[in-house]
């Protein structure tokens, strides 16, 4: 029994350095004073400060949460409406408005982005914030839509009536009935949508326009000449700030289902 | 339409994508009357409340309140409320929320929001509850807040979609009479829409049974069980054992191989007809001394009365009786002649 579980500890252990090790790698190189990447030759927060000073770096980082802020709330509008909308449809029209969706899921990347590029060239709209943003919002819509739809289809439909039977409107019953059942959902796909806007590199290379350029564009832009430590020190950060709300967004779950947990044995 | 008709229904058709749910209903509902809509699953009877609720348009027909075409009317400015199958409380909401939900609608004064929430929630017995979740109720508690948040707005009328359809035996009989109490003390109209016969005979002032889209018969308990319209009414309220027979004049019909005294005429000369007969109208008599004679098939005890089945003239007789017969043996069996009723045949099977 004893083996059995230390190897099985090992193997567990391997995976995660499988894993984690080129994170760690690169965190610990992004302390490193020389350039190289080979050897480590003292401790440093230089690139960081450099880091801080690069403006093209920081005007893209800029430019990604501005794009990811407007493409998720839009995506969100509109996704949890048309959640709505095909949530009350008939069978036959619910499941080709499901495939409609699925589908930009399923197109490869470089699909969705080159062709994303020749409708913006035939409209001769502008490269530039607008195309990046209709691009973004066009991506995530689908992860909005499979967000909500559950919530949806969970609700009691005559929860809906009870409300209009009550005195609301059909606009009020959604606000004060509908969309407080179905926030979590609301929620969990504007930040999918969120992430997947701020990841993007793809779809992006394609729509941005020279004074737009987000930051996996830029990063990759840089990576062409040679790998700066500034970009260890950027994707440091970046690590860091997803591993802290990944964190609390845990640690919120966990204290809510303390809180339910308690309520339920003080009934 | 009536004196003091607060609802009527004139001549409603409704389909869904063509498969006809509601096929020409006329029903008026009077003032402060305890109405059942009482049928098996299918035969319109939901529709028809949703109809009054106005959660569904009639393809033609109309809707009046208070004399009052409402056809057009939607659910929100109808003055009345619904107390839905499955409850649809609303989870996000406490206790006191979900039944202040249509004052607040309305801005009523918070003051006032607090007294008559308190005021339902003493009516139906759950005082205390007020910051409970919802889903801390159990189904009983979940039905009372469902009920206390329709009634809290005062409304003249009370729609009631199976609202004990989930609950067991025992909480059910409660209800009912907890239900028949409300209607009383608030001397408001309920319509209740349930497929369960002795709930319908136990809180109702008038019962309208339906099948098929159609109204079978209306009227009191009392008149539905003891005369009831045809052979489908006689067997969905209560046991009834059903009999092919001939009237040969007024007075005299032919069954089961003989003739019979009966209370019926007018009638046609030789018309087919139903023949109905409660099993606790048959007396069981010594095998010489009946009309008919038998041989006893099963026998179940039932708790006040046995249930036997016994066979005579190629027909199976179900029989309530107090003294219990040996399977297997040759009784009589009397039945008086204003026991028998009799029907013209339905409609579909002429």
């Given at each position: 029994?004893?083996?059995r579980k230390?190897l099985?500890?090992?193997?567990?252990?391997l995976i995660?350095a499988?894993l984690?090790?080129?994170i760690?790698?690169?965190?610990?190189?992004?302390f490193n004073?020389?350039?190289?990447?080979?050897?480590f030759?003292?401790f440093t927060?230089?690139w960081y400060?450099k880091?801080f000073?690069?403006?093209?770096?920081?005007q893209s980082?800029?430019?990604t949460l501005i794009i990811?802020?407007v493409?998720?709330?839009v995506?969100t509008?509109?996704?949890?409406?048309a959640?709505?909308g095909?949530n009350?449809?008939?069978?036959?029209?619910k499941?080709?408005?499901?495939n409609?969706?699925?589908l930009p899921?399923?197109?490869?990347?470089?699909?969705t982005g080159?062709?994303?590029?020749?409708?913006?060239?035939?409209?001769?709209l502008?490269?530039g914030?607008t195309?990046?943003?209709i691009?973004?919002i066009?991506?995530?819509l689908?992860?909005?839509?499979l967000?909500?739809?559950?919530k949806?289809?969970?609700?009691?439909?005559?929860?809906?009536?009870?409300a209009l039977d009550?005195g609301?409107t059909p606009l009020?019953?959604?606000?004060?009935?509908?969309?407080?059942?179905?926030?979590?959902g609301?929620?969990?796909?504007?930040l999918m949508?969120?992430?997947?806007?701020l990841?993007?590199?793809?779809?992006?290379?394609?729509?941005?326009g020279?004074?737009?350029q987000t930051?996996?564009v830029?990063i990759?832009?840089?990576?062409?000449?040679k790998?700066s430590p500034?970009?260890?020190?950027?994707?440091t950060i970046?690590?860091?700030?997803v591993?802290?709300t990944l964190?609390?967004?845990?640690?919120k779950d966990?204290?809510?289902q303390?809180k339910v947990q308690r309520?339920e044995?003080?009934? | 339409m009536?004196?003091n008709?607060?609802?009527?229904?004139?001549d409603?058709?409704?389909?869904?994508?063509?498969e006809v749910?509601l096929?020409?209903?006329?029903?008026?509902?009077?003032d402060k009357?305890?109405?059942?809509?009482?049928g098996?699953?299918?035969?319109g009877k939901t529709?028809?409340?949703?109809i009054?609720?106005?959660?569904?348009?009639p393809?033609s027909?109309?809707v009046?309140?208070?004399?009052?075409?409402?056809n057009e009317m939607?659910?929100?400015?109808?003055?009345?409320n619904t107390?839905?199958?499955?409850?649809a409380l609303?989870?996000?909401l406490?206790v006191?929320?979900n039944?202040?939900?249509?004052?607040r609608?309305?801005?009523?004064?918070e003051?006032?929001?607090?007294?008559?929430v308190?005021e339902m929630?003493?009516?139906v017995?759950?005082?205390g509850f007020d910051?409970?979740?919802v889903?801390?109720l159990?189904?009983?508690q979940?039905?009372?807040?469902a009920i206390?948040?329709?009634?809290?707005n005062?409304?003249?009328?009370l729609?009631l979609?199976e609202?004990?359809g989930?609950l067991?035996?025992?909480?059910?009989k409660?209800m009912q009479?907890?239900?028949?109490?409300?209607q009383?003390?608030?001397?408001i109209?309920?319509?209740?829409?349930?497929?369960d016969?002795?709930e319908?005979?136990t809180?109702?002032?008038?019962?309208v049974?339906?099948?098929?889209?159609?109204i079978q018969?209306?009227?009191?308990p009392?008149d539905?069980y003891?005369?009831?319209?045809?052979?489908?009414?006689a067997d969905?309220?209560g046991e009834?054992?059903?009999l092919?027979?001939v009237?040969?004049?007024?007075?005299v019909?032919?069954f089961?191989g003989r003739?019979f005294d009966c209370?019926?005429k007018?009638?046609?000369?030789m018309?087919?007809?139903?023949v109905?007969i409660r099993?606790?109208?048959i007396?069981?008599?010594p095998?010489?001394?009946?009309q008919?004679?038998?041989?006893?098939?099963?026998?179940i005890?039932?708790g006040?009365?046995?249930e036997m089945?016994?066979e005579?003239a190629?027909f199976?007789?179900i029989?309530?009786s107090?003294?219990?017969?040996?399977?297997g043996s040759?009784?009589?069996?009397?039945i008086d002649?204003?026991?028998?009723?009799i029907?013209?045949k339905?409609e579909?099977?002429?």
């Amino acid at each position: 029994m004893k083996k059995r579980k230390w190897l099985s500890n090992t193997y567990i252990g391997l995976i995660f350095a499988f894993l984690y090790l080129p994170i760690g790698v690169l965190i610990a190189y992004s302390f490193n004073e020389s350039k190289s990447r080979a050897v480590f030759t003292g401790f440093t927060f230089d690139w960081y400060a450099k880091l801080f000073h690069n403006d093209v770096i920081i005007q893209s980082l800029i430019n990604t949460l501005i794009i990811a802020v407007v493409s998720s709330i839009v995506a969100t509008i509109i996704g949890t409406a048309a959640a709505v909308g095909i949530n009350s449809m008939n069978k036959w029209m619910k499941s080709a408005m499901m495939n409609l969706t699925y589908l930009p899921i399923i197109n490869p990347e470089i699909v969705t982005g080159v062709s994303m590029m020749l409708l913006f060239v035939f409209l001769k709209l502008q490269f530039g914030f607008t195309t990046l943003i209709i691009a973004h919002i066009t991506f995530s819509l689908p992860y909005v839509i499979l967000n909500v739809l559950p919530k949806l289809r969970q609700m009691d439909k005559f929860v809906y009536e009870a409300a209009l039977d009550l005195g609301c409107t059909p606009l009020l019953a959604f606000r004060k009935v509908i969309f407080p059942e179905i926030l979590p959902g609301v929620i969990s796909g504007m930040l999918m949508a969120f992430t997947f806007s701020l990841d993007d590199f793809v779809i992006s290379y394609f729509t941005t326009g020279p004074t737009s350029q987000t930051l996996p564009v830029t990063i990759f832009s840089m990576t062409r000449r040679k790998v700066s430590p500034e970009i260890n020190a950027l994707s440091t950060i970046i690590f860091i700030v997803v591993l802290a709300t990944l964190l609390i967004v845990n640690f919120k779950d966990l204290r809510k289902q303390k809180k339910v947990q308690r309520s339920e044995v003080g009934v | 339409m009536g004196e003091n008709c607060i609802v009527s229904l004139k001549d409603i058709v409704v389909d869904f994508d063509g498969e006809v749910v509601l096929d020409g209903i006329n029903l008026d509902i009077h003032d402060k009357e305890f109405v059942t809509l009482l049928g098996p699953s299918g035969c319109g009877k939901t529709t028809t409340l949703r109809i009054i609720g106005g959660f569904v348009e009639p393809a033609s027909g109309d809707v009046f309140f208070d004399g009052k075409r409402i056809n057009e009317m939607p659910p929100y400015k109808r003055p009345l409320n619904t107390v839905f199958q499955r409850y649809a409380l609303f989870p996000h909401l406490n206790v006191f929320e979900n039944i202040a939900f249509g004052l607040r609608l309305q801005k009523v004064p918070e003051k006032e929001v607090a007294q008559r929430v308190a005021e339902m929630l003493e009516l139906v017995n759950l005082k205390g509850f007020d910051k409970r979740g919802v889903n801390q109720l159990s189904g009983g508690q979940q039905q009372r807040v469902a009920i206390a948040r329709a009634l809290v707005n005062h409304p003249r009328l009370l729609l009631l979609d199976e609202p004990l359809g989930a609950l067991d035996l025992k909480l059910r009989k409660g209800m009912q009479i907890e239900l028949k109490r409300i209607q009383q003390s608030l001397d408001i109209t309920f319509v209740y829409v349930t497929h369960d016969q002795e709930e319908a005979l136990t809180m109702s002032d008038t019962v309208v049974v339906m099948k098929d889209g159609h109204i079978q018969q209306i009227g009191t308990p009392q008149d539905i069980y003891n005369e009831p319209k045809n052979a489908f009414v006689a067997d969905f309220i209560g046991e009834s054992n059903i009999l092919d027979g001939v009237m040969h004049k007024d007075f005299v019909v032919e069954f089961a191989g003989r003739k019979f005294d009966c209370v019926d005429k007018g009638f046609e000369k030789m018309e087919n007809v139903d023949v109905v007969i409660r099993p606790e109208d048959i007396k069981v008599v010594p095998a010489i001394a009946g009309q008919l004679s038998g041989r006893v098939e099963s026998v179940i005890f039932k708790g006040v009365h046995y249930e036997m089945v016994v066979e005579s003239a190629g027909f199976s007789w179900i029989i309530h009786s107090t003294q219990s017969q040996e399977p297997g043996s040759s009784i009589g069996m009397n039945i008086d002649p204003f026991d028998i009723h009799i029907m013209h045949k339905m409609e579909e099977e002429r």
